[in-house]
T-cell receptor
Framework: AQSVTQLDSQVPVFEEAPVELRCNYS??????LFWYVQYPNQGLQLLLK??????LVKGINGFEAEFNKSQTSFHLRKPSVHISDTAEYFC?????????????FGKGTMLLVSP | DSGVTQTPKHLITATGQRVTLRCSPR?????VYWYQQSLDQGLQFLIQ???????AKGNILERFSAQQFPDLHSELNLSSLELGDSALYFC?????????????FGSGTRLTVV
C-alpha cells in the first residue's frame, strides 16, 4: 500500500514570493507521482506529473516539482506566486505496476497568497 | 467545464435515507472513480469501474454501492445514511485504467445528512 504525507496543512505567503509545498510518500514499490490543485468550490485539476525521465517536471501555471527517490519526496515549487494561486494543493501517488490502480492522495496543503 | 458531469450538486437528506449520485464521464474516458472528501479524512478512494466492470475497491462501506452502465455513466448509491456520511463526493474519469494521463474530476456532489 502507499501513503502520502503533506507536511504543511497551510502555507501563507505574500504575492510574488517563492513557495515550496512539501510532499513525502511511502511505498514498497516504485510509484508515479502527481500534483493536483483544487480551487474553491471546484473539482481537482492536474498540475503536473512524474512518470519517468527527468526528475524535474514542469506543469501548468508556472509550477514545477522535483522527484527525489532517495528521500521519497516530490516537492512542488513556484518562484513567484500570484493571488490567483490561492487554492488547496494535493500530492498523489499510484503504484508502478501493471493492471489497474488508483490514486492515493495526501491530505492537502492550503496555499494562502496575500497582497 | 471539465467534461465530467455530476448531479445533483447539492443534496440534503435525513438519516436513514437512501440517495443516488450520478456521474457522466468525459467523452472517451472508460474509467470512472469515486472519491469521498471530508475535512477529517481528506480524499478517500471509494471504488473504480472500467468499461462497466468493477476494477478496484477502497474504503467503501457496505451501505454504499456503485455501478457503471453500458453508456459509461456511473451511479453511487448511499443507503441507511448517517450524519458521518456528510461529505463532498467526487467522480473522476480517465481514458485508461491507471489514470496516468491524469484524472478529470467533476465539481462534486455535496451531501448533507441531517
Amino acid at each position: 500500500a502507499q501513503s502520502v504525507t503533506q507536511l504543511d496543512s497551510q502555507v501563507p505567503v505574500f504575492e510574488e514570493a517563492p513557495v515550496e509545498l512539501r510532499c513525502n510518500y511511502s511505498s514498497s514499490v516504485s510509484v508515479y507521482l502527481f500534483w493536483y490543485v483544487q480551487y474553491p468550490n471546484q473539482g481537482l485539476q492536474l498540475l503536473l506529473k512524474y512518470l519517468s525521465g527527468s526528475t524535474l517536471v514542469k506543469g501548468i501555471n508556472g509550477f514545477e516539482a522535483e522527484f527525489n527517490k532517495s528521500q521519497t519526496s516530490f516537492h512542488l515549487r513556484k518562484p513567484s506566486v500570484h493571488i490567483s494561486d490561492t487554492a488547496e494543493y494535493f500530492c498523489a501517488v499510484t503504484p508502478w505496476n501493471s493492471g489497474y490502480s488508483t490514486l492515493t492522495f495526501g491530505k492537502g496543503t492550503m496555499l494562502l497568497v496575500s497582497p | 467545464d471539465s467534461g465530467v458531469t455530476q448531479t445533483p450538486k447539492h443534496l440534503i437528506t435525513a438519516t436513514g435515507q437512501r440517495v443516488t449520485l450520478r456521474c457522466s464521464p468525459r467523452s472517451g474516458d472508460l474509467s470512472v472513480y469515486w472519491y469521498q472528501q471530508s475535512l477529517d479524512q481528506g480524499l478517500q478512494f471509494l471504488i473504480q469501474y472500467y468499461n462497466g466492470e468493477e476494477r478496484a475497491k477502497g474504503n467503501i462501506l457496505e451501505r454504499f454501492s456503485a455501478q457503471q452502465f453500458p453508456d459509461l455513466h456511473s451511479e453511487l448509491n448511499l443507503s441507511s445514511l448517517e450524519l458521518g456520511d456528510s461529505a463532498l463526493y467526487f467522480c473522476a474519469s480517465s481514458v485508461e485504467g491507471k489514470g496516468l494521463d491524469g484524472y478529470t474530476f467533476g465539481s462534486g456532489t455535496r451531501l448533507t445528512v441531517v
